[in-house]
């Protein structure tokens, strides 16, 4: 595996110039005759697809959902930042450049994450121009919030719904190239196979989820926009994202980037019992008015709004006091895991902690405060039936975002040509940790304005129609697909000794990950739970029962499918947190800490980013280094106090 | 932990061609903390461990903004909390004994799929016909170049909230689409950037509208009485402005 990141020569802030000069171009009359495929319509795919065609490509999307307007994108609440400095506070490309770089905790690539800030501000005058209706002041302007991890106020936001908003800005313009024939919509398909001819990506095999049909789609390129991993933990903030599209990828060569770099996401609503399916995410946003603690006396159980303030430790406020409580979310997750372990936390788990809006409150009045968050405290009140006006929240650390994913050049395009990642499939931006306000820029920056210079540069030089649906790697792709789904369902008319249910064995891979692989990880405990993970799949093979058959609407199939792919993507996470063995970004690994136990990370040994190759079943992978090298900011170990 | 134990009479149908029925299911034990999704999820365990096929229903992001779930329980669209989707609805809002009917949001232009997946495509035709603003990427004027006075941005806002999930549809006792397209309309109309192709849009979504066989609104306000983003029915009056205003000017 070859690791060429094709970073554009020249100074920082020419790269992408340099490089949009130097990119092919396919001329406006022949873009027609090349077929796209989008696989995924969250923010990333949905604006790919839309652009591509109004370029004049041929485009086909796909999603499992019935509707392009469904993606988990839509969840996404607080905002979405750009270096506008409209606020007049200080901001610029080069600041929101080097908070990402740092908040990332300096393990992404430097070209990457200036382009990501240069594009920023124009993905803010694209959605007001579609008629996304951000939040404005009084004289009708366009207002802004601030984020953990910066100092400056650039977050665009739309109420707590700003996901939901570009999501559907995105979904009006993709709707208006379906409209025009120039995108074939395919929802309720499922990417079962990605098709790979003479080395290059040239299509993919779909289940159609209705019908159970196995379809062919050939094409000239492919686009992964499949969202991110976490849902391998089984309990996260994600909705049906998973790992299979990026999984085919990988088992057909695409190289697997820093899989175990997991976002742990600081203020989610506690878990309540096993039967939960997935865990409520509350705004970071929520950080600018609600202040996090605990009690001072260990143990002390009396109702949170009986404490008096003298008796309740504010540590975020105490510990980092330029930040405060709007430290990165690593800082703040680390931190309220250390209160929890050292049975400070509270709640009735003792795994929480609070977030409290009495101050705001008593600052601004409750009609302030509701303004801005009112969905959110309607939310939480809903889901735990106490309200944050009068209590504060219970918040715990939950799993949210994948940094890892499929390894990338600057191009966005993986180890396999023809075959590109955007979103948060991809590993390109957010290094080790992910600003809050930052996924949804990375995925409008890929979708709206990078992939166009890449596919065309890649098309420039790949002549179109290569092949067709009946070539006969599409029907060995079709038939894999074919057989795996078989063996899925053998177990229905199997007599096997003990059966299982699909959701059992998720939740025993998730238990093994978010124990191992979490926030905090040993050499012991990650060898230990590489060697659990044969079992499982072992297990998982043998016992899972999926009722139903292949030809028809079966939802325990699809998810069987998705957790034998968990199964799988785990293994490679565990590898690749064993073999990083300092703490960054994060995680904490336990042997790689300061004397004041903090984290320490280890340039010396690990700026780099590491790949995994596949080498087949029952075979280990194979770790690839790209080297990462910092000429436009220092090196340094983040401080946030 | 609190449990309750409940009836369930829940429509099953193999596919859009077989006939459908209704199934009476025991369900013991459920936890009050459940959210109504996961007590389906709960019942499909057993259904699983038992050899039985579980019931088929949708849903994605589980926190109530994707709009993917939805079906009647008892009659009533997402159930008996208003403002609430189906994921959000919890089982504490039920007691012991009860007997909950569950069937799929029902209308002429959502057939159904499978149990109480049904198919809401219709929804998105409709927004193809113009429930956008036609403008390429690229090339935008600064985004503070048109100043949106506040309240506007929220109005708007207001009706952007829709998350299309149907529940207006299923509601209405004419399987009117008009709280949908009315509230996109709006959206749209209320912006300056709408305002170049406010016309042919209020046409061409109303038009989109009858041809998908949604019927027409006759201010029985059962759509907003369900819509889990309180869509207000004052949005279906701005599209019938809009679509007079459009008719009345036409070349």
Not at chain 1, 521 to 527: H, K, Q, S, V, Y
Not at chain 1, 588 to 616: F, N, P
Not at chain 2, 168 to 189: D, E, R, W, Y
Not at chain 2, 201 to 206: E, G, I, L, P, Y
Request: hydrophobic share 35%.
């Amino acid at each position: 595996m070859k690791l060429h990141s094709h970073i554009p020569p020249g100074p920082l802030a020419q790269k992408w110039d340099h490089h949009r000069l130097t990119s092919g171009l396919i001329s406006p009359a022949n873009r027609r005759k090349f077929r796209i495929i989008v696989v995924g319509t969250g923010l990333a795919g949905t604006s790919a697809a839309a652009t591509l065609a109004e370029q004049g490509y041929q485009v086909s999307a796909f999603c499992i959902q019935d509707s392009p307007r469904r993606a988990h994108s839509i969840s996404a609440q607080g905002g979405i930042n750009a270096a506008k400095n409209y606020p007049n506070d200080g901001d610029s490309v080069l600041r929101l450049f080097q908070d990402t770089i740092k908040g990332g905790d300096f393990r992404a690539r430097e070209a990457n994450v200036y382009r990501l800030a240069q594009i920023s501000n124009g993905i803010i005058d694209q959605c007001v121009a579609q008629g996304v209706p951000f939040a404005r002041e009084y004289g009708g302007t366009l207002a802004n919030r601030s984020f953990g991890g910066s100092q400056v106020s650039r977050t665009f936001y739309a109420r707590g719904q700003t996901g939901q908003q570009l999501l559907l800005g995105a979904y009006g313009a993709l709707s208006r190239q379906i409209k025009a024939g120039r995108v074939t919509m395919l929802p309720r398909r499922e990417m079962l196979e990605l098709v790979v001819i003479d080395g290059c990506a040239r299509g993919i095999v779909t289940r159609n989820l209705i019908n159970g049909d196995l379809e062919n789609h050939p094409a000239d390129a492919v686009i992964l926009a499949t969202g991110g991993y976490g849902n391998a933990y089984f309990l996260s903030t994600n909705a049906s994202s998973n790992a299979t599209a990026i999984l085919r990828a990988w088992k057909a060569g695409a190289g697997f980037a820093n899989p175990c770099f997991v976002q742990i996401h600081p203020t989610c609503i506690p878990a309540q019992g096993t039967y939960q399916s997935k865990l409520t995410l509350m705004s970071e946003s929520l950080r600018n008015d609600g202040r996090v603690w605990i009690p001072k006396i260990v143990g002390d159980r009396r109702d949170p709004t009986a404490i008096p303030e003298n008796e309740r430790d504010y540590y975020l406020e105490e510990k980092y006091p330029r930040f405060g409580n709007l430290v990165p979310r690593d800082v703040a997750s680390r931190n309220a895991k250390e209160q929890c372990d050292a049975g400070r936390g509270v709640g009735e788990t003792g795994h929480a902690v609070y977030l409290d809006f009495s101050s705001a409150i008593e600052r601004d009045g409750a009609a302030v405060i509701l303004k801005k968050y009112s969905n959110l405290f309607q939310m939480y009140q809903r889901i735990t039936t106490s309200d944050p006006l009068q209590r504060p929240m219970l918040i715990a650390p939950a799993v949210h975002y994948t940094m890892g994913g499929l390894w990338v050049d600057y191009n966005l395009m993986t180890t396999i040509p023809g075959l590109f990642a955007i979103g948060e499939c991809n590993f390109s931006d957010h290094g080790a940790n992910r600003l809050g306000a930052s996924a949804l820029m990375q995925g409008l920056a890929d979708g709206y304005f990078i992939i166009g210079t890449s596919i065309a540069h890649y098309l420039s030089a790949n002549p179109p129609g290569y092949v067709t649906p009946q070539h006969v790697e599409f029907l060995e792709a079709q038939k894999n697909a074919y057989d795996r789904t078989q063996r899925l369902l053998r177990n229905n008319s199997r007599i096997t000794g003990k059966k299982t249910t699909v959701t059992t064995m998720h939740r025993e891979l998730g238990s093994l990950l978010w124990h191992h692989c979490g926030m905090s990880r040993n050499r012991a405990g990650l060898e230990q739970a590489l060697t659990r993970i044969p079992e499982l799949r072992e297990a998982f093979w043998d016992q899972v029962c999926v009722p139903g058959i292949g030809h028809e609407l079966n939802q325990s199939l699809e998810r069987a499918g998705r957790v034998a792919d968990f199964i799988d993507c785990a293994e490679i996470m565990l590898h690749d947190a064993l073999a990083r063995e300092e703490s960054c970004g994060c995680h904490l690994r336990e042997e790689s800490q300061t004397e004041e136990h903090e984290a320490r990370r280890d340039d010396a040994h690990y700026a780099h980013v590491s790949v995994w190759e596949y080498k087949g079943e029952d075979k280990p992978p194979m770790m690839h280094k790209e080297p990462l090298l910092f000429k436009d900011v220092n090196l340094s170990q983040r401080s946030y106090t | 932990m609190q449990t309750i134990d409940l009836t369930l009479q829940i429509w099953r149908q193999k596919n859009s061609d077989a006939p459908g029925d209704f199934e009476t299911y025991t369900l013991n034990d459920i936890s009050t903390d459940m959210s109504f999704l996961e007590m389906l999820d709960f019942l499909n365990e057993n259904l699983t461990l038992q050899g039985q096929e579980p019931v088929a229903f949708d849903h994605d992001c589980r926190e109530g903004i994707c709009g993917m779930c939805g079906a009647m329980v008892n009659g009533i669209a997402h159930g008996p909390e208003p403002e609430t989707t189906l994921c959000q609805l919890h089982m504490r809002h039920f007691s012991s004994g009860d007997t909950l009917v569950i069937e799929p949001f029902r209308s002429r232009a959502f057939p159904v799929k499978r149990d109480l997946v049904i198919d809401r495509s219709a929804l998105d035709r409709i927004i193809q016909a113009g429930g956008y603003i036609s403008v390429n990427t690229g090339g935008a004027p600064d985004a503070n170049t048109i100043a949106i006075p506040s309240r506007t941005a929220e109005l708007a806002m207001d009706a952007a909230a829709c998350i299309g999930c149907g529940a207006c549809v299923a509601s209405c006792p004419n399987g009117a689409a008009m709280l949908f397209t009315g509230a996109k309309i709006s959206q749209l109309s209320l912006l300056p950037q709408g305002q170049p192709e406010r016309k042919e849009r209020a046409m061409a979504m109303v038009m989109a509208m009858d041809k998908e066989g949604f019927g027409n609104c006759s201010n029985e306000r059962e759509c907003e009485a369900v819509c889990p983003k309180a869509i207000s029915i004052r949005h279906i009056a701005r599209m019938n402005r809009e679509y007079l205003r459009a008719s009345f000017s036409e070349e």
